[in-house]
């Protein structure tokens, strides 16, 4: 047998083990980073009977629905290391079965003060799930399929915005039953699955390769090999390990973009409800459908841009594509004032915001192994999420300023600029990181630890 055909079998033998990954694992981490949006998309839809019911204004709302990313971030490095040593398995699904039994307790909720306190805990409670589900990734999947892995656990919060303003207008239709308000059903309906799911992956969802059945010894290594993993046992790792990647020029300035871009699409996916509303929309359920536009866009955005991110050579000149994207299609809602247009308009933000992400964490992940991987990709949702707090903030400053919650979309045109002109600065930090490792070898790994 030739070195060729060698090679050729133990590229099939890897092509047809990622295959096998993606149908087990994905649906799994989909479903739970689907849930944890349906917990966002409630808070949205419940906005305007808090008001109503419990005279929480629009300013107070948009703190506490940034300030559940305070609890979140400050918990996200210190969250995803206890993943790496104890496994993500265990942790992912303790974090669901904790903020599955705070989402519930939102029913509770009887003012400000109670509002603030309660979603500061579920952000403490969650802390840490999106970055673990992205460590998974790293001990899964080569570094050019992890974009469109990525991608596919990105399809979880589109669903939940294309269905979860529809489903929980439609559950806010059981106002009055048991003596509940409609709001308190939403709460109530949406929190318990999260507590059952978390059980579920305790039992199913699996830590590496080698830890499942369903791949031959000869899939499992090829995962592992190709994955890059760390192979240190955690008694080596040191504070230096994973303070280090925190330092790196690449993954500050992948941070800051990515709290400009949460900035942006964080505080719009929270306000889209109220800019529907603003457009003499009266009936609760075609606000929803409606809403779901921005959903629809950002499924077909991270189902179809990773694709072409794969194909491209210059990474950082698509992002710069996408991000200009957004900033057009947001001028242009802006400047319009027909309502269908608009209502379009929302759906092209969301399709380039669904392209961005995938490719952001894909730039990271090529960069970041084992230890370094958990505390740098923490580091970056830590991040990220701080901009989850600020632009809900700023989205309610802007509609209690102006009457308009359509205002918003200053926000997002203003930080979608701001990240455009760091993303010259992240090309030229990647060049420089790289330009010493001509010794690396055919994988890049070399390039990956330098940068």
């Not at 949205?44 to 808090?50: E, F, P, Q, V, Y």
């Not at 457009?279 to 359920?285: D, E």
């Amino acid at each position: 047998m030739t070195a060729t055909t060698v090679d050729q079998s133990l590229g099939e033998t890897h092509r047809l083990a990622t295959r096998k990954a993606m149908t087990r694992l994905l649906p799994l981490m989909c479903a739970i980073y689907f849930l944890s949006f349906i917990d966002r998309t409630n808070v949205a839809l419940a906005k305007s009977a808090l008001a109503a019911d419990l005279g929480i204004s629009a300013a107070a709302y948009g703190l506490g629905a940034g300030i559940f990313f305070i609890g979140y971030a400050l918990l996200e490095v210190p969250s995803n290391l206890a993943a790496h040593r104890i496994g993500p398995r265990a942790w992912i699904a303790r974090i669901a079965v904790t903020w599955g039994a705070l989402s519930t307790a939102m029913m509770f909720v009887r003012g400000e003060w109670s509002f603030y306190l309660l979603r500061v805990l579920l952000g403490v409670a969650e802390a840490g799930l999106f970055p673990a589900l992205m460590y998974m990734v790293t001990l899964w999947f080569a570094p050019k399929d992890r974009a469109v892995a990525v991608g596919w656990i990105y399809t979880a919060p589109s669903v939940a915005l294309i269905i979860g303003n529809p489903l929980g207008a439609a559950l806010m239709q059981l106002g009055g039953i048991g003596g509940l308000r409609g709001w308190q059903w939403m709460f109530l309906l949406e929190g318990l699955p999260t507590i059952v799911l978390g059980v579920v992956l305790f039992f199913k969802l699996p830590n590496r390769p080698s830890d499942v059945k369903w791949l031959s010894p000869q899939e499992a290594q090829a995962l592992e090999t190709h994955a890059v993993i760390d192979t240190h046992g955690h008694a080596e790792l040191t504070t230096a390990d994973w303070l280090s990647a925190l330092k790196r020029p690449t993954t500050v300035l992948i941070a800051l973009i990515y709290f400009l871009n949460q900035v942006a699409f964080v505080g719009l996916y929270f306000f889209t409800p109220s800019i529907v509303a603003q457009m003499h929309v009266s009936s609760p359920l075609l606000v929803g459908v409606l809403s779901s536009s921005v959903g629809i866009g950002f499924l077909i955005g991270v189902l179809t841009l990773p694709r072409i991110h794969r194909r491209v050579s210059n990474e950082c000149g698509f992002l710069g594509v996408l991000t200009a994207g957004v900033v057009v299609s947001a001028c242009g809602f802006i400047a319009s004032w027909n309502q269908a247009v608009q209502i379009v308009l929302l759906g092209v933000t969301g399709f380039f915001a669904g392209g961005i992400l995938p490719s952001y964490w894909a730039v990271a992940m090529k960069r970041l192994q084992g230890v370094q991987a958990a505390a740098g990709l923490a580091f970056i949702n830590t991040i990220g999420l701080l901009g989850g707090f600020v632009g809900p903030y700023l989205f309610g400053l802007a509609e209690t300023m102006t009457g308009r919650s359509d205002s918003g979309f200053n926000v997002v045109v203003g930080a979608s600029v701001l990240g455009l002109l760091l993303v010259p600065l992240l090309a030229k930090s990647i060049h420089a990181a790289e330009r010493p490792a001509g010794g690396a070898d055919a994988s890049g790994r070399l390039n990956a630890r330098k940068s």
